[in-house]
């Protein structure tokens, strides 16, 4: 969405249409104005084109074209997204992966399967609410 609703804005990249979806719904009926996105290439140009930068990223570890930790990396070496939040989802919780995205300043790291009612919690932890 594009237009300045007054609500926070995320972004949730998932490259699981199921996931992306049930995600969807949860945080746009806890008030939050939601912007999807398939993959990293995807998310990229979400916040490329938009005229209002997300408050939050929630994006999936594994997808195709540019998976999770390329994006946030990409994401964290531009000034204007740097300090963006992000939430990084996945079904990986070895330890070399969570200090991976620890390291890349996740502020979360939500392992699936995850209830929407503990990833809202953690999105209001996240930008401050």
Do not use: W
Not at 11 to 32: I, Q, S
Request: hydrophobic content about 40%.
């Amino acid at each position: 969405m594009n237009v300045d609703s007054g609500r926070r804005r995320i972004l949730f990249v998932e490259d699981d249409d199921a996931l992306l979806r049930l995600g969807e719904r949860a945080l746009t009926k806890a008030g939050y104005d939601v912007e999807c996105a398939h993959n990293g290439l995807e998310g990229l140009l979400a916040i490329d084109r938009g005229e209002r930068r997300p408050d939050l990223v929630i994006c999936d570890l594994n997808m195709p074209e540019l998976d999770g930790l390329e994006f946030v990396r990409a994401l964290r070496g531009h000034p204007q997204t740097r300090r963006m939040p992000v939430i990084f989802t996945t079904a990986r919780s070895d330890t070399k992966s969570v200090a991976e995205g620890i390291s890349l300043g996740a502020r979360y790291y939500v392992t699936k399967p995850y209830t929407v009612e503990d990833l809202i919690a953690r999105v209001r932890r996240a930008i401050g609410e």
